[in-house]
């Protein structure tokens, strides 16, 4: 089992240590990248020697980071993980699984953390792994750079949705004006992260919005994606995935789901409610799980049955909770 | 002309007012009646008389602040203008001219305020009249409550894109923070104020991305819709707007190009650009004008020539810059 530490027994690992590597987690996102690239730059400003690795490739959204990639040749002593919540999330390219298993610090903000890292700098309520990092990076003594400042703000405003999940908080708001202040640039950086979107993913919402229909007088609404849509667009699944909160975010809708065709013909169905709605509920009877908000289940069998079955759980659901008008009971 | 006050003199007549009028511009957005919502609030607690005019409907969205409206019984003694830049913005329903003609103080953040007050307190560099607005209630002694901080939080969220835009600055954050501290919850608000978006609107939407066509190795998107599309849809002229940075924000478009038919036959095209591109040159070429990023004019003719000569004009545009490949000189 980890140690839990603090940020001043942190700091005085990494200051303590020469030859660092720091981990990030497969898939990364903007706060594992940001977070590795904020602490490589105020390493570097120490006089260590630090290299990040990441089983995956970084996506283009976050090569602005001028980092030392982990190669053959460099022998670390001292292995830090950012924003990883457990040994899995390491992912198993890139060789990432031999330091994986001996990662001596871990600074990360997720309660599910399973603790295997020797020692555990956890804040559950930090919005980002980066929110935490600002800290430790001012304990450390070395002052927030423009750059340093970019990386962190990448973290903290792709973490929250720029701001809008609801984890965001004070706290959050607070880290995002110290890093503003210290030089990032919001113009350039939120242009970058949040006003692009893929072609792609441009036709995939296309085909969507061509599938959307609404049930239960508009508290349901559906769309849905062949396997063929899906492969023909090119998106890739992480964009796939946003795509499930579009049903549920139109006005009226308690219920949102969209329907994707896998592989084999079978239909992955994603439930999205809002109110008191249980998304889980729905899941769970077709053979499912999830959160009460998001939930999903896999229906085997063609669109039209696939549909006929969800529909019958989001009509209990709706009754259950008397959203239903009297005709459709 | 109107007389520059600073926050202290415009907190002084405030207090010494007593019944008071506040009025909001015409086509009222989250900052305005944020405002005038959270000026409401705080009034009453010091035991004014307070009301409220706005020269059109307030949206669903912002109907959660409980604000005693005008109506002809009220006989206001001092009238504060909240977020509004001139006369003409005032709008003409509602009797609010006979109003807008006697504002005592104008409370506001546009830069191109006219000075139509007898006294103004202007923060050009403030992202919000609401930014503003926390430090007037502060400086009147009254302590923000979750009501008053949820108003002002809707006025700094909906101005800034929820700190997207480049409005945004670090003075921002640290005004989210504190009323967040007072208890505006980001949560509810951030999902009423940004995750719900009409059916009308999501139909438009469809329409748009069912045009979309790229142009010069996809430097150049254009959407195109009919009068018929745009009536047939029902969407207000607020939503119809926000689609035009659609083709823009599709990834390597550097000019983005929106086509909208006008009940006479003409197009209305908004040019909106990245980078170096100058939109205000295409569009002035063709009779319109604006600014660097974002311009417009107006052609009549039928689509094909429209298209044909907007084209055209982008054409030389991106050939200034460079961005244009040899097969396209």
Known sequence: MTESVDRKTAVARLRAAQDILILCHKNPDGDTIGCAGALYLALKTLGKNVSVLCSDPVPALYDFMELRWFDASYEPAFVVAVDVAS????????????????????????????????????????????????????EMGVSITA??????????????????FSNTTAKTHLAAARVIEAGANVETLNAR???????????????????????????????????????????????????????????????????????DGSYKISVRTAGTVDACAIARHLG??????????????????????????????????????????
């Open 193 to 263: 992260l949040f006003e692009s979107r893929s072609r792609a993913r441009l036709e995939i919402e296309r085909m969507a919005l061509e599938s959307l229909e609404y049930f239960f007088d508009g508290r349901c609404a559906m769309i849905y994606l062949t396997w063929d849509q899906i492969v023909t667009s090119g998106v890739p699944g992480a964009e796939l995935e946003d795509l499930t909160s579009l049903p549920r975010s139109i006005e009226g809708v308690e219920v949102g789901l969209t329907l994707r065709q896998q592989k």
């Open 288 to 329: 499912g799980g999830g959160h009460s908000r998001a939930a999903g289940c896999e229906i085997s069998g063609n669109l039209d049955s696939a549909r006929y079955a969800v529909l019958e759980e989001v009509r209990k659901e709706l009754e259950r909770w008397g959203l239903l008008s009297d005709k459709q009971l």
């Open 147 to 164: 750059d340093i400042a970019a990386c962190l703000y990448t973290g903290i405003a792709t973490d929250t949705g720029c701001f809008r």
């Open 87 to 138: 040994i899995q999330l390491f992912g198993d390219r890139n060789n990432v699984q031999k330091y994986a298993e001996h990662v001596q610090l871990c600074i990360d903000h997720h309660a599910s953390n399973s603790g295997y890292a020797y020692e555990t700098l956890l804040d559950p309520g930090a919005a980002a792994a980066s929110e935490l990092m600002i800290d430790i990076i001012e």
